[in-house]
């Protein structure tokens, strides 16, 4: 037998039948209005047109050195077995210290904070809870794109109150106008994505006088907490005591040290919701990342990262909304976030979606339509750039953007 022959069988031998698809049984979904999402469309035709991506909400520069190394000495250290099912407790005191400094609620570390997978998964796990089949959620929209299906997860009607472009203020007379014997929750965000707008002393107090006398729970997600700009503070709900009895508060490490990827976030709620909270996450997480949770409370000793997160971030929305000062688009306000909306009526008659494709095809700079955000068709000729992002990276997109 000759070699070719030999090496000829030998490749016949090894080769692996021709893969047919498995056909899996019929399963109706759980969620049957949920596709590809908008993020994941324009990213991927960001990365075709190789658009400056701003439609992408997280940043493009590294996090501090310091907390990867807390992390990787935690590693190092051997904490790397499982840790209690609420969380490592030197980051759940860390936690309780932080929002007891910043807005005066004490909350136990113990039976009142929770480390989480991240912040979506803390909304999840609070829906699950705390909501019934049948029950009525409020939500408000343009609103982040996972609280609808995990509310219908859970069984729940998910009654929406839309926010008008361009100021994105709540309706309060809608939102009383909308409480029923069914409301169960009601779940909002500030400072909001995609709006940048934030809650005011006067609009918490306002939410009080709605809820006073009733059993209405409210999950406040609170994950761009330290990106408040103009010298204004994140009114969060621990600063008052009537709504912070009834809420479930969710934050992101993730959003807040620049370590998205990390996923990791807690809760705050009283020791009743709390205890409610930690049946349904001991099954559906369990626990969370050891390692990072011992590294995080590590690097929460100094406050400063956090506590300079605005400045940082308003430098950036600042240069970024002095370039496009100049353009054709008109700025809507950002208090709050990493996230700039623009009105392009002057420029396009486009849908919000047809806009974000041709912005990043023609033009190379990704953004999202806010309409991405409302559970049916909202038009407002309004898109969404991301700015945390390098300052080169946003100089870039904003000489792509001076061209329109």
Same mark, same amino acid.
């Given at each position: ?22 056909a ?15 993020f ?17 909400g ?36 860390a ?18 904070i ?19 089949p ?20 859970a ?25 029923t014997?069914r ?10 994505n ?7 002393? @006067?609009? !918490? ?9 009733? *059993?209405?729970?409210? %999950? $406040? &997600? ?10 204004k ?7 008052h ?28 709620a ?5 205890a ?21 409370a ?7 990262p ?23 688009? @008109?700025? !809507? ?5 990493y996230?700039?909306?623009? *009105?392009?009526?002057? %420029? $396009? &008659? ?9 912005l ?32 080169d ?5 904003l ?6």
């Amino acid at each position: 037998m000759n070699a070719h022959h030999t090496a000829a069988t030998a490749s016949t031998a090894s080769a692996t039948p021709a893969a047919q698809a498995l056909a899996a049984p019929l399963l109706a979904s759980r969620l049957p209005n949920v596709g590809t999402t908008i993020f994941t469309v324009m990213s991927a035709l960001a990365a075709e047109k190789r658009a400056v991506n701003l439609g992408q909400g997280f940043p493009d520069f590294a996090c501090d050195p310091k907390i990867v190394d807390a992390v990787s000495h935690a590693m190092r250290e051997g904490h790397n077995q499982y840790p209690p099912m609420a969380g490592v407790p030197a980051l759940r005191q860390a936690i309780a210290d932080k929002i007891g400094r910043l807005y005066g609620q004490q909350y136990d570390w113990n039976t009142e904070i929770t480390v989480t997978a991240g912040a979506t998964q803390a909304l999840l796990t609070a829906i699950l809870a705390s909501v019934h089949p049948g029950d009525e959620v409020i939500v408000f929209e343009p609103t982040y794109d996972s609280y609808v299906p995990s509310i219908e997860l859970a069984g729940g009607k998910p009654v929406f109150i839309t926010l008008e472009a361009p100021e994105f203020r709540i309706p309060f007379d809608k939102l009383a106008a909308a409480i029923t014997p069914r409301t169960r929750l009601i779940l909002f965000n500030t400072p909001h994505n995609p709006s940048g707008t934030v809650w005011h002393e @006067k609009d !918490l107090a306002k939410l009080a006088e709605i809820v006073a006398g009733t *059993d209405i729970l409210l %999950i $406040s &997600d609170e994950v761009y907490e330290h990106m408040v700009y103009d010298g204004k503070r994140h009114e969060s709900v621990a600063r008052h005591p009537e709504l912070a009895r009834r809420s479930f508060i969710v934050s992101s490490f993730g959003k807040t040290y620049h370590v998205t990827g990390w996923k990791v976030g807690f809760v705050a709620a009283p020791a009743a919701l709390s205890a409610e909270f930690r049946k349904v996450h001991q099954f559906n997480v369990f626990t969370v990342n050891t390692p990072m949770q011992v590294g995080l409370a590590e690097y929460m000793r100094d406050p400063a990262p956090y506590l300079g997160l605005s400045a940082f971030y308003q430098k950036k929305r600042d240069l970024f909304r002095d370039g496009l000062a100049s353009t054709r688009f @008109k700025l !809507l306000p950002c208090e709050g976030t990493y996230f700039q909306c623009v *009105d392009y009526s002057a %420029i $396009s &008659d486009m849908s919000e979606g047809d806009f974000a494709l041709w912005l990043t095809g023609e033009i190379g700079v990704a953004a999202i339509p806010v309409s991405a955000f409302y559970h049916e068709p909202h038009e407002s000729g309004v898109v969404r750039f991301c700015f945390a992002k390098k300052d080169d990276t946003l100089r870039e997109a904003l000489a792509r953007l001076a061209k329109i």
